[in-house]
């Protein structure tokens, strides 16, 4: 689902940031909407992030039950299966539930890198 196209500048670090601010998913213990705002930064290599497959792809969690924890770390790797960056950060920031905000934060470092 996640469609990427091929970065115009390989031969250079530069850095993306995409942000999402309508992110939901649902509490998997109650099946109550969950809020965030996913952020995306990564500096790619081969291949970019296309934004609108991106947004379809952030919509299909809308009626699926997910841990904000789990839900983080699927999206990162499924960017990084999709686009192999050479590093890449999702935030998830989680509005309050039960008088608390969580933030999860996952990285991924390009292992093969020259």
């Known amino acids: 689902m996640l469609e990427s196209f091929p970065n115009p500048n390989p031969e250079r670090d530069y850095?993306?940031?995409m942000t999402s601010p309508?992110?939901?998913?649902?509490c998997p213990r109650t099946g109550q909407p969950d809020f965030a705002i996913m952020r995306i930064v990564y500096v790619p290599d081969r291949l970019c992030v296309?934004?609108?497959?991106?947004?379809l792809?952030?919509?299909s969690y809308r009626n699926q039950?997910?841990?904000?924890?789990?839900v983080t770390n699927r999206i990162l790797d499924?960017?990084?299966?999709?686009?192999?960056?050479?590093?890449m950060?999702?935030?998830?920031?989680?509005?309050?539930?039960?008088?608390?905000?969580t933030v999860v934060t996952v990285h991924?470092?390009?292992?093969?890198r020259p």
């Open 78 to 87: 499924d960017l990084v299966a999709a686009v192999n960056p050479r590093s």
């Open 89 to 101: 950060t999702v935030t998830g920031t989680f509005n309050v539930r039960g008088g608390i905000t």
């Open 57 to 59: 792809y952030l919509w």
């Open 65 to 70: 039950g997910a841990f904000h924890e789990a």
């Open 108 to 112: 991924h470092e390009w292992a093969d």
């Open 22 to 26: 309508e992110f939901t998913c649902l």
């Open 15 to 17: 850095q993306i940031e």
């Open 50 to 55: 296309e934004l609108k497959s991106l947004k």
